[in-house]
């Protein structure tokens, strides 16, 4: 539903951008090895302190790899035993990051800086009633509810949750939207209303002890899922908007930001090809595309991105997150609450 979300973007009536331009994310500085636990900031390393010795040894390291053709790039890559695929600005960032994350792993083991991680990450993609042409003031419900659930540590996708929804509002799909997400109508006829399928969702991640025992965050592609279809949905189901849900890594700024690549070059298929990657599974199912969505997330986490929470929903409004906030796991998931 990628393009289709694109092109309802700007007629959004329930949520307003902030004003403020997108903030720099800041870069991971280690991958905890499985079993390991995970260090604590202190807290003028958190702030943004890069007054120690080794930031000085990474900055030269990436002056140098700056001027390395693509072809030194990828030789040196094939070295170090690391993935050679990828457009140059990729490699290049994989590159300088491999090496800064063994200097700050060395360097930790000295008493130096060290970097702090969710345990998992939890990937959305909501698949969402639709219209060839949709007026302004159709009202999108969720239909495909998906979860693809990736160990920070062990880099890994590691559990997947998908429930269908019926629709409300408009209870018959349209042919187009049938069409585009594979999602036939005795699916949504047989599914349970929305507020039914969140309480799923809840129950599913606390079997899994996410918000309690594991820091954890929620994941998007855009700012779409959460804040507009989940808030519209929680409308039309008269139940109150999520906790666990109301800040989120959107990874479209994530990538770019990480690989200095232009909004333009942060679409899906998109970010799969600039790392040379392939689009696995059906496009426009919410599942297949969360699948893929983790994909990415990976490879940036295996490239040396730390993933952070950098969208929020604030009284209605989608927000930026600035990169110098202190770095929060979601809170535990509580059952569906009424409006009323």
């Not at 849900?245 to 690549?261: D, T």
């Amino acid at each position: 539903m990628e393009e289709h979300k694109e092109n309802i973007q700007e007629r959004d009536i329930n949520v307003k951008m902030s004003s403020g331009e997108e903030e720099k994310e800041k870069t991971c500085s280690r991958i905890c090895p499985a079993g390991q636990s995970v260090p604590h900031m202190s807290s003028s390393q958190s702030t943004g302190d890069f007054s120690h010795p080794v930031y000085k040894e990474i900055a030269l390291a990436n002056g140098h790899i700056n001027r390395m053709t693509k072809e030194e790039l990828r030789i040196k890559l094939a070295e170090l035993k690391l993935d050679t695929r990828g457009v140059k600005d990729v490699m290049k960032k994989r590159l300088k990051s491999h090496y800064k994350k063994q200097k700050l792993i060395q360097t930790a083991a000295e008493g130096g800086p060290t970097d702090t991680y969710y345990d998992y990450i939890c990937v959305v993609d909501f698949e969402a009633t639709c219209e060839e042409d949709n007026p302004s003031d159709f009202l999108h419900e969720i239909i495909e509810f998906p979860i693809v659930l990736i160990n920070t540590h062990t880099l890994e996708i590691v559990d997947t949750f998908q429930q269908y929804v019926k629709p409300e509002l408009n209870p018959q799909l349209s042919d187009f939207c049938m069409k585009l997400t594979g999602i036939t109508q005795k699916m949504v006829d047989k599914a349970t209303t929305f507020p039914a399928v969140l309480q799923r969702v809840v129950d599913w991640l606390q079997e899994r002890e996410l918000g309690t025992k594991y820091k954890y965050a929620i994941l998007t592609d855009g700012s779409w899922d959460m804040s507009k279809f989940l808030n519209i949905q929680c409308r039309i189901s008269r139940i109150k908007y999520p906790q666990f849900a109301k800040k989120w890594i959107n990874i479209r700024k994530s990538y770019g930001n990480f690989y200095k690549m232009p909004r333009a070059q942060t679409k899906l298929s998109t970010m799969l090809e600039n790392l040379g990657m392939k689009y696995e599974g059906r496009p426009h199912s919410g599942l297949d595309d969360s699948h893929n969505i983790a994909r990415i997330a990976v490879r940036m986490l295996q490239d040396g991105c730390q993933l952070r929470v950098n969208e929020r929903m604030h009284a209605g409004q989608l927000l930026t997150i600035p990169s110098s906030a202190p770095v929060e796991g979601a809170p535990p998931p509580r059952n569906p609450r009424s409006r009323e």
